[in-house]
């Protein structure tokens, strides 16, 4: 089984920034994708961005590209979204997803990923 605990969530004002983190234990080694997934209030999970452990990012949303930038750090087992010139409209619970597959689909498939997060929530003031 793989943990993750997601921080970072917050309340700000449109055009600020803030960064999300997701701390991943447990059996880490069998995880090979990780993603960031959002649901805003009243509608479906959607695909924010998603990473390889061992490579570049894979996949932005369009409404983030430019904005958002997704990272990891190995030695830390955490993976990060930062999130910058935030709207109103990026105003969602965010959850940390963990897969053991390379391909997770273009925009990601929420059904391969195994492992979630308890999700932040971020709110945006306009």
């Known amino acids: 089984q793989v943990q993750l605990v997601e921080s970072g969530g917050g309340s700000v004002q449109a055009g600020g920034s803030l960064r999300l983190s997701c701390v991943a234990s447990?059996?880490?080694?069998?995880?090979?994708?990780m993603g960031w997934f959002r649901q805003p209030p009243g509608k479906e999970r959607e695909g924010v961005a998603t990473?390889?452990?061992?490579?570049?990012?894979?996949y932005y949303a369009d409404s983030v590209k430019g904005r958002f930038t997704i990272s990891r750090d190995i030695s830390k087992n955490t993976v990060y979204l930062q999130m910058n010139s935030l709207k109103p409209d990026d105003t969602a619970m965010y959850y940390c997803?963990?897969?053991?597959?390379?391909?997770?689909?273009?925009?990601?498939?929420?059904?391969?990923?195994?492992?979630w997060g308890q999700g932040t929530q971020v709110t945006v003031s306009s």
């Open positions: 997803a963990a897969a053991s597959g390379r391909w997770v689909g273009y925009p990601p498939d929420e059904k391969v990923f195994a492992h």
């Open positions: 447990g059996r880490t080694d069998s995880t090979n994708t």
């Open positions: 990473i390889r452990i061992s490579g570049a990012p894979m």
